[in-house]
Structures are given as C-alpha cells and as structure tokens.
C-alpha cells in the first residue's frame, strides 16, 4: 500500500490511503511480557501496583454487571427508554423508520464506495476498499450496545426482527449501489437520499420536519446562485438569497401545514431553474428530492395519514432526533457565520464576531432556559411552539457559533495561493469561495466537525433540563413507578451512561479515522 | 480583499478606469453592507418590538428593578432567607458558589490530566491502557450524566448512610485518636479545614520577611551564577530559604493556623468544625473534574508528542539524562502548545457547573432558575445570567492573550 496525494478534485471522503507503519517486530508472549510490563525496576513497580488495582476494578465492574446490578428496571421499561412516551399504537412508524432509514444510508454508503472506485479507476491508482475490520474497529461500541439490548433485555422477537430487517435492508442497499452501473449513480446518490428523507416523513407525517426541508431547500438556492450570476450581481444575490432562505425557514416554522410541502416543491423547481450549468446534478439531486418529499407530504395529507406531534417524542429517539436535526439547521447558519467573520466588509464581520462570541460566552443551559420561557415572545406566532422547537432552535443557534470557528479555522488553513490561482483564472469572488475555498477548508475541518457533533450530541442530555424526557431523564419515569421506586438508580444510570458512550465513542473513532485518512496535518 | 488577497479592483493600476458605480466592487461592497446593518437592525427591532408588546400584554415588568425585591425563597448553608433581595445578594452567593465549584473542579482536573496525559504515554503498557481506558470512558460520557450519576447513584441512593438523629453519619477518626477527620453522608460531608488560631500579624510579618529573604538568595545565587558559572539552583536556595524561616516562624509562634475537625453537633443535625460540603457541591465539582481531566489529558498527550523528534535526540546527544530532557527540552516546549486549549478547558468547566440546577447546588444557574420558577421575570434574570458568563468568557480570554504574548515572546 502507498501513500498516495490527494486524489479527486470533490469527494472529500476518498483522499489518502491509510497509512502503514513499519513491520512490527514479532514477539513472544514472555518477551512481550519483558517489554511491556518489566522492562526496568521503575516499571516492575508500577506493574505490581496498578496490577492488582486493575484486577479489582474489572472484578468490581463484572461483579456489578453480572451479579450484584439488579437490572429489573431497565429490563421492564426498555421501550421506554428507547422511544419514551410515544404512542404505542403508532409504534410501527418508528419501526419503519428505522428500517427505510438503513437502506437509505447502505445506499448512501455503498454509493460513495463506488464513486470512489470509478475515480482511482480514472486516475489509474489502486482502490483499496474500506476493510471490515476498520469499520469494526470504529463502531463495536455501537454494535455491542444493540447487542446488550437484544440479548439482555428483550424477551420479544419484534425487536430481533426489526434489527434484523435493518440489517438486512443497509446490507440491500449498499450491495445494490456498489454494482449499479456507473451512469445511473447520480440516480442512486438520489434514491438514497430520498429514502432517508422519507423515513423522517413516515414519522412526521405532514408537519414537524418543516426545519428539514428549508435546509434542504437552501441548498440548491445557495449553491445556485453563488458563483453562478456574475460577481457583482452574485454579490447582492447571495445575501438576499440567505435572507429569503431564512425567511422561509421562519414562515415553515411558524406555519407546520401542508403549505410546508408545497413550499418545499416550489422551491425545488426554483432550484432547478435556477442552476444553469456546471454542477447542475447537485441542483437536480436535491430538486428531486425536494419535489419527491413534497409529493409525498401531499400524499399522506390525502390518505389522511397525520404526524405525530413532536411534543410526544421522548427517549432516546428523541435525542438522536434532536441531535441530527440541529447539527443539520446548525450547519449552514456556521458556514455563513465563518465566511461573514473572514469578510473583508467591517460590517459583515463585526456582526459574524458579535454572534459568534455571544452564543460562545454562556453555556447553553442559559439558551435552552431562554428558548423554554420567553423565545415565543420574540415572534408572533399563533399557536404557542413546542417545547422540542425551541429546544432545537436554541441548540441550532448555539451550536452555529461554534461550527463557525471550527469552519473559519479551516478557511485559514487554505494557502492563499489557491486564492490567487483563482484569481489569476478569471474566477469571481464567489466562485473562488464556493469551488476552490470551501471545498478545502470543509474538507480539513471535517473530523473536528464530528467533534463538534459529538459534542452536540453529549450536551442533547440537558433536554431534560427543560422538562423534555429525553434519554437521560426517561429514568425519572422509570424510578416513578411504584417497583422502581429509590431501587436500581446505579443501574439505570450506567445504562444510560453506556447508551451514550456507545454512539459518542463510535463517533470519536470514526473522527480519529478521517483525520488519518483526509491526513489532516500530513500535508 | 479576498482571504488577504488584494483584488484587482483595489489595486492603484485599474484606478484609472473606474467601472460604473452599479458594477464598481467597493460601491458595491458598501452598499451591501449598509443592506446587510439595515436588514438586522430591522429584525432585530422586530423581535424586540414584539418581546416588549407580549410582556406587556402579559402583564410583566419589563424593568431590572424587579430585581431588587426579596426571592421569597430561602438557600441552605448561606447566609440567605426569603426577605434577601434578589440583586445583590442571591447573585452573589449564586456566582461565589459557581467558582468554587469551578475553582476546586479545576484542580482535580489539572492533577488528574497531566498524569493521566503522562501517563497514556508511559513505556508500561498497563499504565498506558488503564490511562487510555479512562480518557475513552469519560470523555465520551455527556458531563450531565456524569453529575447525575455521582449526585443519585453514588450520594442519594448509595451505600452513604443517612444525617439525622436516629442514623448517625459514618465518622472515620484520625488512626489512633479521637479526632474525627471525616463525616460521611448520603447528602452532606465534613472535611478538616483550617482555622486560624490567636494574631495572625506576627506570622504575616515573618512570612513578609522569609519573602525578602528568599528575594535576596536568588538574586545572589543569579549573580554566583553568571560571576563564576557555578550551577546557580536558585530555586532551590530561594524556595528553602522561605520555607525554613516560615516554618520556624510558624512553630515559634504557637501555630497561628491549626486544623479544624469536622464533629456532628449535638443534635445530630449539623456538622460544626471543618469545612461542610453538601452532595450537591460534590457531585458537580468531582464530576466535572474527572470529565475535564479526560479532555486535559488529552491536550497534555497531544502537546508532549507534538514537540518534534529531533528535540529529543539532540537532548540524548547532548547527553541529558531522562528527567532533564523532560524538564529542559520535551516539556517547556509541550507547554507552550498546551497552555491555551488547557485554559480553554478551565473555562467549559466553568460553564458546566451550570449543570448543577439537576442536583439542587445553589450555584448562579439553578438559583436563577429558582427564581424564575418563583414567579420572577424570565428576561431581565437570563439576560443577566448570560452577562455574568460572558464576563467569565472575556476575562479568561484576556488572561489567554496575556499567556499566549508570554509564550510567544520566547518563540520563533
């Protein structure tokens, strides 16, 4: 295996092989042993000390899991861990979710595999696929944790089952992507999307996911018409088009209707036409997906097939729910904040520092306290919003602050001679920043962003705080009940604390592999 | 300027040929800006404009003097009942708390992370895995759950016993004495404090002494130093000088401090003596210590191995021995990148003792939230609740721009 430079020009997930270290010597066990744990008597004396501590610890830790820890708690009130209170009648959507949600990411998954096979079959490098072993090695926790829950907590076999389609289903997905062929994978980029798109549909129904289609519906528009009209149009356009775009995402949020679907169609053809030439398959990918969501809102408004409200989502489908949607609204809101910041208009990057170093200078508790009691009185909506909207806004608003600075870190890292290249091509303003600034700098902040994200994920526990039953405070129904009562507390906890351990720390593994693979800091 | 490079439009060469003004970049960029400033400004007026015309349909004061009325609330172990005004007094208590939380929080947690940071990079492989083990355990767990864990699993419903009259708390003695050194509860801990004892004046005037006298043994071992080019170990000398006379002076003086043991009153309801902790307190100070401790060891991991190779090769060819090629070469150099992202570390758990509203801690946050839950004003209490962070986030960041001049001075 060699190191290779950086291959394609856009894909920023296929970049550098991993790196091989050097041939590691062979050892037997005793001399392993010698080196390791003996090597000097400073060594032998910390071996005999923290042996045996270590040896206590994993007795004490087994003895509480296996004997002593009374699980009774967990064990009876596992759904409601999961998905809280939730109504159990329309537990099959949740379910469908779930398992529409995994084909969509196979697909995704395997399309990119394939993507990144047909560019090193251009560029005439070797591809090395992803191994098992490595993605392994980044999501046993996630596996082990599915697995304590099957195999310790179930008595059912809907659960297996359910897990078992899901496996199925990604497995589908990702084998069907992987042997499509090459022409039709702009096709595939878009059917799995749209499967993941509507997974959340089957769960909203028709309202609730307005936020999710006024991201999706940014993106064709921002990706349209910067750098497309000429720069001194593009330079009034890109700010009017962000200012529209948060306009519709304030109307789709005040008005949670079937007028969200059609303003989610309209805007996908607005996208189509608008985008003219160069990367038009993103625009179209997009546009599709938005006039296909949209169809499908309308669809299930005519079988009358309504959501769920939102207030009844609680557990843990409730934090993974909360966490994706407001690193999702969070996203571009940090972009714009980084480019502002790096402006060379004094206005702009005031405005960018000031919201910046605001929304990082209180913990989030305060913006979560603040969106609970008093955000519906900045706007004038009708109906009073719910509890998990202002959550999520205050998260988004939050944690744009933060994924600004990690952005604008990357928009440093990129050598000023790309910018003068871009210069010396002929490219305006905004195509510099959109084609040649940004694909860099996103692509080297990528594994701090899944930092970011992990962070996000972590500080999700402070729903609870708000009175919102997400995964952590399900425990407060669970030791309300009249078995639970004072008993198993340890138990529940260190559930709840392995629940999130598992997803954060597959994360931080994945984090870890991207840095080597982008080779972040090698270049 | 584009990303620091200059445009053409700006260069003094296309000057001559001025575009129209609609298509001229910096007309345009003004003109952009001014759009930008007025379409804020708006928004935000619209917003405001909006909160105040709900409050007042709501029928809520809008004004800060609210604050000045009593909380109607009272806080355990302070000086505090229900006619104290909420401004200053609850804030005070609410912001004292806070950084005792945080000041102690950050001492474990500094302790904790170099060694466990050391340690991750140790040659015994035990040491490195119990140490990795900790860092991946801990840092992945959200800081909440952490508190929550120590407050209900490990103080409230734990193997702790009760504090009242008929369940006496566990009280560990001094070995050999009588002298309680601990008071362990399910809700509240005693540990020895110290007290001071008698005048302090002729202790301070002695330790104002042994000051000087250390002063002038390192300014003279400085100068034996560059006279004859001795080893000058002014540290050493200063350091001993100043102890040696201020332990004299301590022992000659009667012990002007002495321990204060923690004892159950009479009652068997309070702890007398010593210094009286709630769980609360202990809860978020040793959870976010060990929480923070898994974040520094990881900065102080990172900084040891970011100083380059060739640092510590030429420190083996000149002949350094182990210690001395960490105290002289590997880390003063570690240090300097790991000073930042460390006080970085010093402020997020500053900001995470917030998380104590969940365990009752009457740090700033959860007294807020008491008030607000008393029926005072939402807006004017968080507005000022996000000030008094803010000025935390604006003092550490000036302290770190203070650090990083200093350490910059010494570099490239």
Avoid: C
């Avoid at chain 1, 629940?499 to 972040?520: C, H, I, K, T």
């Amino acid at each position: 295996m060699t190191m290779t430079e950086v291959g394609g020009p856009d894909n920023p997930f296929i970049l550098v092989n991993e790196p091989e270290g050097p041939p590691s010597e062979k050892l037997t066990p005793w001399e392993w042993i010698r080196k390791n744990l003996f090597s000097s008597w400073v060594n032998t004396l910390i071996t005999l000390i923290f042996g045996p501590i270590a040896l206590y610890l994993i007795y004490r830790f087994a003895r509480f899991v296996f004997v002593t820890g009374r699980w009774d708690p967990v064990d009876s009130n596992l759904e409601l861990f999961m998905i809280g209170t939730y109504p159990r009648e329309e537990r099959w959507r949740v379910v469908s979710q779930l398992i529409v949600m995994s084909a969509g990411i196979g697909g995704a998954l395997g399309t990119m595999n394939a993507s990144a096979k047909a560019r090193r079959k251009l560029t005439g490098e070797e591809f090395v696929p992803t191994s098992w072993r490595t993605y392994a090695s980044s999501y046993w926790s996630v596996v082990l944790f599915v697995l304590v829950l099957l195999v310790g907590f179930t008595d059912t076999t809907g659960p297996w089952l359910m897990v078992g389609a899901m496996v199925v289903l990604g497995v589908a997905g990702w084998a069907a992507t992987t042997w499509l062929p090459d022409a039709l994978r702009p096709l595939s980029w878009s059917a799995s999307a749209l499967l993941i798109v509507v997974s959340f549909q089957l769960l909203s129904g028709t309202g609730g996911w307005a936020w999710f289609y006024t991201v999706l519906a940014l993106v064709p528009l921002i990706s349209g018409v910067v750098g497309r009209l000429s720069p001194s149009i593009a330079r009034m356009a890109a700010p009017a088009t962000v200012g529209l775009g948060l306009a519709i995402a304030i109307a789709a949020l005040v008005t949670s209707s079937v007028v969200v679907g059609l303003v989610g169609i309209l805007v996908g053809i607005y996208g189509l036409v608008l985008v003219r030439q160069g990367d038009r398959l993103d625009a179209t990918r997009v546009g599709l997906i938005m006039i296909a969501s949209g169809v499908v809102t309308v669809l299930y408004r005519a079988i009358g097939l309504s959501g769920i409200d939102w207030s009844e989502w609680s557990g843990l489908h409730l934090t993974m729910t909360v966490a994706v949607a407001s690193t999702l609204l969070a996203f571009p809101i940090g972009v714009l904040l980084a480019l502002g910041r790096r402006s060379s208009l004094p206005a702009i990057r005031v405005m960018s520092v000031a919201y910046i170093e605001f929304f990082r200078g209180a913990p989030l508790i305060t913006f979560l306290l603040a969106g609970a009691f008093f955000l519906g009185f900045f706007l004038n909506t009708e109906s009073p919003l719910s509890l998990i909207t202002r959550a999520i806004a205050a998260i988004t608003l939050f944690s744009a602050a933060y994924i600004a600075e990690i952005v604008r870190g990357g928009l440093q890292a990129v050598p000023k001679g790309q910018v003068e290249a871009g210069l010396a091509s002929g490219l305006s303003q905004p195509q510099i920043t959109r084609f040649i600034v940004l694909p860099q700098a996103l692509r080297a902040v990528i594994p701090a962003m899944v930092g970011q994200f992990i962070s996000l994920f972590k500080d999700t526990s402070l729903l609870g705080i708000i009175a919102l039953s997400e995964f952590l405070d399900v425990r407060l129904l669970v030791h309300a009940q009249e078995d639970f009562r004072g008993f198993g507390i340890a138990e529940t906890m260190t559930f709840v604390a392995f629940g999130f351990w598992a997803f954060a720390f597959a994360m931080s593994r994945e984090s870890q592999r991207l840095e080597r693979r982008l080779g972040v800091g090698q270049r | 300027m584009l990303y620091g490079v200059p445009l053409m439009a700006e260069t003094q060469a296309v000057q001559a040929t001025r575009p129209p003004p609609w298509r001229d970049v910096r007309v345009l960029g003004i003109v952009g800006q001014i759009v930008a400033v007025v379409s804020v400004v708006l928004v935000l007026r619209w917003l405001i404009g909006n909160l105040f015309t709900n409050l007042d349909e709501a029928g809520i004061d809008r004004g800060f003097d609210v604050l000045n009325q009593p909380t109607n609330f009272a806080i355990r172990d302070a000086n505090f009942d229900s006619r104290s005004p909420l401004w200053p007094d609850m804030v005070v208590i609410g912001v004292k708390n806070t950084l005792l939380s945080a000041a102690v929080g950050i001492v474990i947690a500094v302790i904790l992370g170099v060694l466990i940071g050391i340690g991750r990079l140790s040659e015994n492989w035990l040491v490195a895995r119990l140490s990795q083990i900790y860092v991946e355990i801990l840092r992945n767990i959200p800081p909440l759950v952490i508190i929550a864990f120590f407050s209900f699993a490990v103080f409230t419903f734990g193997p702790f016993p009760p504090f009242n009259p008929s369940s006496p708390p566990w009280q560990i003695n001094l070995p050999g004495t009588d002298t309680t050194a601990l008071i362990l509860s399910n809700d509240r801990w005693g540990i020895p404090s110290i007290a001071r004892d008698g005048d302090l004046l002729p202790f301070w005037i002695a330790l104002a002494v042994a000051a000087v006298v250390a002063i002038g043994l390192w300014t003279w071992r400085t100068r034996v130093n560059i006279n004859t080019g001795a080893p000058h170990r002014r540290g050493l000398w200063a350091w001993g000088g100043f102890l040696l006379i201020a332990v004299v002076a301590f022992v000659l003086l009667d012990t002007p401090y002495r321990w204060s043991w923690p004892m159950v009153s009479e009652s068997g309801r309070r702890i007398e003596g010593g210094f009286a902790t709630n769980a609360g307190y202990l809860s978020v100070t040793i959870a976010l210590g060990l929480y923070t401790a898994s974040h520094i060891a990881e900065i102080i991991r990172g900084s040891i191995l970011a100083v380059p190779k060739g640092q510590t090769e030429a420190a083996n060819a000149l002949a350094l021995t182990g210690l001395q090629r960490y105290r002289f070469v590997v880390l003063p150099q570690a240090m300097r990148i790991a000073i930042p992202p460390t006080i970085n570390q010093f402020l997020n758990l500053t900001k995470n003792t917030s998380l104590a509203t969940v365990v009752a801690y009457p740090e700033i946050t959860s007294l807020v939230k008491t008030a607000i839950g008393n029926g005072k004003p939402a807006v004017q209490l968080l507005v000022m609740l996000m000030a008094i962070y803010l000025t935390f986030s604006l003092i550490i960041s000036v302290v770190m721009n203070q650090v990083n001049r200093r350490f910059q001075l010494v570099g490239r």
